[in-house]
């Protein structure tokens, strides 16, 4: 099914799953996709024409900002409230060339390297501009403070442009691994030692308990898409936790299954894709992740 992004109106593929909308290829999301809730559309048009027209290019840029670094955005009324007092979203101009230098430098490995933005056309909401015309004025201040050399649509960082930028990027934001567990006093030990071992592997982390899978709510789903991957642990587990991996796993995350070495030979096994890790202790699991490294 053909529809228009409610962002950038781009006509593009739209499936429909359950209570949300699939959106695919536009320039929000161009090699990815986004979730829309059924809900997030009447709260959208009870905006007035003005804040339309200052949010929805907002969105789209957020978008797009997320789904390049790896997020699964599900955007329902709760989450764009969020994205409106959002301090992290850029207003200025210096805050637009700041976030376009970090862009550049997360797709780089050193000053002069060559990024092709064609076509500018749908480029321009990597640096929240609200049109092409605003993109051009950032790229063309940068260029004039010798911060990058332009030509056409290829961009580089000069060796300036590339010490601000990296100290702009800092060290960038983390990737979010979701644990999810089917045994409370499971998640209570995870919490005190994997946590924190996934944590000195450079990601943020977030557990989820059986009592918060329970609810199966937008919240739930929301907390699911922003994960860049998941370890879904089977040990005492029940239907909640194959509903919210089972959901991982088609948003296409990657997704780890695990369960209790003494547990392994009890649990029925509903297909045979599903091949959980054995483990014996949680310091193990810790080794198991810091060796990926």
Same mark, same amino acid.
């Given at each position: 099914?053909?529809?228009?992004?409610?962002?950038?109106?781009?006509?593009?593929?739209?499936?429909?799953?359950?209570?949300?909308?699939?959106?695919?290829?536009?320039?929000?999301?161009?090699?990815?996709?986004?979730?829309?809730?059924?809900?997030?559309?009447?709260? /959208?048009?009870?905006?007035?024409?003005?804040?339309?027209?200052?949010?929805?290019?907002?969105?789209?840029?957020?978008?797009?900002?997320?789904?390049?670094?790896?997020?699964?955005?599900?955007?329902?009324?709760?989450?764009?409230?969020?994205?409106?007092?959002?301090?992290?979203?850029?207003?200025?101009?210096?805050?637009?060339?700041?976030?376009?230098?970090?862009?550049?430098?997360?797709?780089?490995?050193?000053?002069?390297?060559?990024?092709?933005?064609?076509?500018?056309?749908?480029?321009?909401?990597?640096?929240?501009?609200?049109?092409?015309?605003?993109?051009?004025?950032?790229?063309?201040?940068?260029?004039?403070?010798?911060?990058?050399?332009?030509?056409?649509?290829?961009?580089?960082?000069?060796?300036?442009?590339?010490?601000?930028?990296?100290?702009?990027?800092?060290?960038?934001?983390?990737?979010?691994?979701?644990?999810?567990?089917?045994?409370?006093? /499971?998640?209570?030990?995870?919490?005190?030692?994997?946590?924190?071992?996934?944590?000195?592997?450079?990601?943020?982390?977030?557990?989820?308990?059986?009592?918060?899978?329970?609810?199966?709510?937008?919240?739930?789903?929301?907390?699911?898409?922003?994960?860049?991957?998941?370890?879904?642990?089977?040990?005492?587990?029940?239907?909640?936790?194959?509903?919210?991996?089972?959901?991982?796993?088609?948003?296409?995350?990657?997704?780890?299954?695990?369960?209790?070495?003494?547990?392994?030979?009890?649990?029925?096994?509903?297909?045979?894709?599903?091949?959980?890790?054995?483990?014996?202790?949680?310091?193990?699991?810790?080794?198991?992740?810091?060796?990926?490294?």
């Amino acid at each position: 099914m053909k529809k228009h992004c409610l962002f950038c109106n781009e006509l593009i593929d739209m499936k429909q799953d359950e209570e949300f909308d699939r959106f695919s290829g536009c320039m929000c999301a161009p090699n990815t996709y986004y979730h829309l809730s059924r809900d997030a559309y009447s709260y /959208i048009q009870m905006f007035t024409y003005a804040k339309k027209r200052q949010l929805l290019p907002l969105v789209s840029a957020y978008i797009r900002e997320r789904s390049e670094n790896g997020e699964r955005l599900l955007l329902t009324p709760g989450k764009l409230e969020e994205m409106m007092v959002d301090p992290d979203i850029p207003m200025t101009t210096e805050e637009k060339e700041k976030r376009l230098l970090q862009y550049m430098y997360a797709r780089t490995n050193s000053a002069m390297e060559p990024v092709n933005l064609h076509p500018l056309s749908k480029s321009y909401n990597l640096t929240y501009s609200s049109n092409l015309q605003e993109f051009v004025y950032i790229m063309e201040k940068l260029r004039e403070m010798e911060l990058l050399v332009r030509e056409g649509a290829v961009l580089k960082l000069t060796n300036q442009g590339w010490s601000e930028a990296a100290a702009y990027s800092g060290g960038g934001k983390r990737k979010l691994f979701s644990v999810i567990v089917g045994d409370e006093e /499971i998640g209570l030990e995870w919490s005190a030692q994997l946590l924190p071992g996934l944590e000195q592997c450079g990601y943020a982390t977030r557990l989820l308990l059986p009592s918060s899978l329970r609810k199966q709510d937008s919240d739930l789903l929301e907390a699911l898409a922003e994960s860049h991957y998941i370890l879904a642990d089977l040990t005492g587990a029940g239907p909640e936790v194959y509903f919210a991996a089972g959901y991982a796993a088609r948003a296409d995350i990657p997704l780890t299954w695990t369960i209790r070495a003494d547990q392994s030979d009890r649990l029925l096994l509903q297909s045979e894709w599903l091949r959980p890790i054995p483990w014996e202790d949680t310091e193990e699991l810790v080794q198991r992740f810091q060796l990926r490294q």
